[in-house]
């Protein structure tokens, strides 16, 4: 990142949160469940799936927790009324983990079983290194029950190769990501380089072991590397799909859907867009290029 980059993330928090929300529009589909229904039906029609994501996390109070569990039981019984694509993905932050990991995992039992009755998923979201294990065995309890769970492993993370060999035998389904929280050097690989290679290893293996893999990623070269593997295994269009986020990379989905892969559209909706919006804009600095030329302009 240049020095310039470097600089403006750091005046981010400077901006109007209504200058914010201008550029938010581009990554948030809305602060209501109709408005996201309407965006994974235009998704579908371009031939996209998608997951459904509640915005939220690091829930301290129990009955927020509970009413955003509710919010994902809606969200699964629209799915299916609506006949769109989609499943959902929760963070376990939002569902009570740092309140009672007992109380969080019932919780997430009530969203699968929800979205069981539907044949449809549940994609457990990755958080900070904290939360890695407790999240690992919610994962694993909640999917022998129900069949229908899925988890995220962050390829920066340095215990990931050894995670993998320890999914459950029976129908393990990984999204694999780059990893995009602040971690000890102890605990995650360092450096723009080493992190690709910490990618295509973790996507590599999870591949070559037959397991369905969420190919998370924006970066062309890991989408080439990845194309590569799938080649090179002779994985079955219906054993993994390539996973982006809403409002980024356009033209990216629209080449790796020509291409014949399936793709999936993480879509994020709710009140609690801010903090969800700067964490894409510091990912992000020519983006967030447009929060500075907005604040110059006035707008």
């Given at each position: ?216 990623t924006h970066d062309e070269f890991l ?77």
């Open positions: 990142m240049s020095v310039f980059n470097r600089l403006l993330v750091k005046a981010l928090p400077l901006a109007p949160k209504a200058i914010v929300g201008l550029v938010a529009k581009r990554y948030v589909a809305g602060s209501t469940l109709d408005e996201a229904l309407k965006v994974i039906q235009g998704l579908n029609a371009q031939g996209a799936m998608a997951t459904l994501d509640v915005l939220g996390e690091e829930v301290s109070e129990r009955e927020k927790a509970v009413a955003f569990t509710e919010e994902y039981i809606r969200a699964v019984h629209a799915i299916a009324r609506e006949g769109v694509d989609s499943n959902v993905s929760v963070k376990l932050t939002m569902l009570g983990l740092k309140i009672d990991e007992g109380f969080c995992r019932d919780n997430v039992d009530r969203i699968a079983a929800a979205a069981g009755e539907h044949g449809n998923s549940v994609r457990i979201d990755m958080e900070d290194a904290t939360t890695t294990d407790a999240t690992l065995r919610i994962y694993r309890e909640i999917h022998a029950r129900h069949g229908n769970l899925g988890c995220v492993l962050q390829a920066y993370m340095r215990r990931t190769l050894a995670d993998i060999d320890g999914l459950p035998a029976e129908k393990p389904s990984v999204r694999i990501c780059k990893g995009i929280y602040v971690e000890a050097r102890t605990v995650a690989w360092k450096g723009h380089d080493t992190v690709r290679a910490t990618y295509v290893n973790a996507l590599e293996k999870l591949l070559a072991k037959g397991i369905y893999t969420g190919i998370a989408a080439a590397r990845a194309v590569g593997l799938i080649d090179k295994y002779g994985v079955p269009r219906d054993r993994y799909e390539f996973q982006m986020l809403y409002g980024v990379d356009e033209e990216l989905r629209r080449i790796l859907l020509a291409g014949g892969h399936r793709l999936r559209v993480y879509v994020p909706y709710g009140r609690d867009w801010y903090p969800y919006s700067m964490r894409r804009l510091r990912e992000n600095p020519e983006i967030a290029r447009h929060v500075l030329r907005a604040m110059l302009s006035g707008r």
